[in-house]
């Protein structure tokens, strides 16, 4: 996922202007780590696709840079990343497809209902 910054952020002496986050090669692992790294440092949300540090630093740990380096982002950018981050690990393969999922409805019929 490509997000183009309003304002570069500097790493390792260079500007970065766009960031290009690997999201779908992050594992299960890697989400769980970085919950408890977050849960070391005392800070804790349970709604974690809400937190903006947790979202923040999935993104930090799929580009392989400190979560530091995103923090340096203007508001609009941190906020921008960290929205693209929650819609990936919220929003369906169907949803993205545009493909509505309309769930199956069963109705259990009793036998005197029937009737």
């Known amino acids: 996922m490509k997000i183009q910054l309003k304002k570069a952020i500097k790493h390792k002496g260079q500007e970065i202007f766009t960031l290009d986050i690997p999201l779908d090669e992050l594992t299960g692992n890697d989400l769980i780590d970085v919950e408890e790294q977050i849960m070391k440092t005392g800070q804790w949300f349970q709604a974690t696709d809400a937190s903006r540090v947790y979202l923040i630093s999935l993104a930090?740990?799929?580009?392989?840079?400190p979560v530091e380096v995103l923090k340096q982002m203007n508001a609009h950018d941190f906020a921008?990343?960290?929205?693209?981050?929650?819609?990936f690990l919220l929003v369906s393969d169907?949803?993205?497809?545009g493909e509505a999922e309309i769930p199956e409805i069963h109705s259990?019929?009793?036998s005197e209902e029937s009737q």
């Open 80 to 87: 921008k990343v960290a929205t693209e981050v929650r819609n």
């Open 108 to 110: 259990e019929t009793s």
């Open 60 to 65: 930090a740990r799929a580009l392989h840079m």
């Open 94 to 97: 169907s949803e993205e497809n």
